[in-house]
């Protein structure tokens, strides 16, 4: 059964560091998202993306953040500059074109900042 | 603005009881209404849906939703539960947005089963 992956599973890096947190989506899917989890929250959505270009983004979604998918099946989300606030769990996820609009989510990536 | 909401915090079944989980919904058209679980340490898995129809939804194991119009509720249920049903369980709601869809979560139930 096609999965979303993502890579790393867990990534540590100083305050201030650049990171780029990677996803894999379902080949045939053409909408990809990232969502965060803090510690003990719940899931919040960062931001869509669609024919190369941000369709929605959140409040939290600033200048610090961008997606860029730079092949035909890597998904990417960059944090420039990261804070200790920015600690938490990262979910891509992706759907098809069928009106379903399920959305399937890859494993996570655990970012500490410290 | 979409917003979801689980008043159960913690919920402890004994092994074979029956579960039920609460969720309600607010969003001004038609929702389109999910359940998702999360073991700890893994991503989210997609139990069921509903976007509409059958207003009692089948998922994946064992477990079943029902959405109530009326009281803007989607509650998830499973007449006997199992150990391996431990975990957390998140409610959503998918917002249209122009045409592309967000979830907006609930703070999530965590389940906890005794033996």
């Known amino acids: 059964e096609p999965e979303v992956t993502q890579t790393p599973s867990h990534q540590v890096t100083q305050m201030g560091q650049e990171v780029i947190l990677r996803c894999v989506p379902i080949s045939n899917h053409l909408y990809f998202y990232w969502y965060r989890q803090i510690l003990g929250q719940k899931v919040e959505f960062l931001v869509s993306?669609?024919?190369?270009?941000?369709?929605?983004k959140s409040e939290i979604f600033d200048d610090q953040f961008s997606v860029e998918r730079p092949d035909g099946s890597n998904f990417t989300l960059k944090i420039r500059s990261t804070k200790l606030e920015d600690s938490a769990m990262y979910f891509c996820?992706?759907?098809?074109?069928?009106?379903?609009?399920?959305?399937?989510f890859g494993p996570g990536t655990r970012l500490t900042v410290t | 603005a979409q917003s979801v909401t689980q008043p159960d915090i913690h919920i402890t079944v004994s092994e074979g009881a029956s579960l039920e989980l609460r969720c309600n919904y607010s969003y001004g058209a038609t929702p389109y209404l999910f359940w998702y679980v999360q073991s700890p340490g893994q991503g989210l898995q997609l139990l069921l849906k509903y976007f509409s129809g059958d207003t009692l939804v089948q998922g994946i194991k064992g477990f079943e939703a029902e959405f109530k119009r009326s009281q803007s509720s989607f509650n998830l249920r499973k007449p006997s539960v199992h150990w391996s049903d431990a975990a957390e369980y998140f409610c959503?709601?998918?917002?249209?947005?122009?045409?592309?869809?967000?979830?907006?979560f609930g703070t999530g139930t965590r389940l906890l089963v005794s033996p």
């Open positions: 959503a709601v998918g917002a249209l947005s122009s045409g592309f869809q967000k979830l907006v």
């Open positions: 993306f669609y024919n190369n270009e941000i369709s929605e």
């Open positions: 996820a992706s759907r098809g074109t069928g009106s379903s609009y399920e959305q399937y």
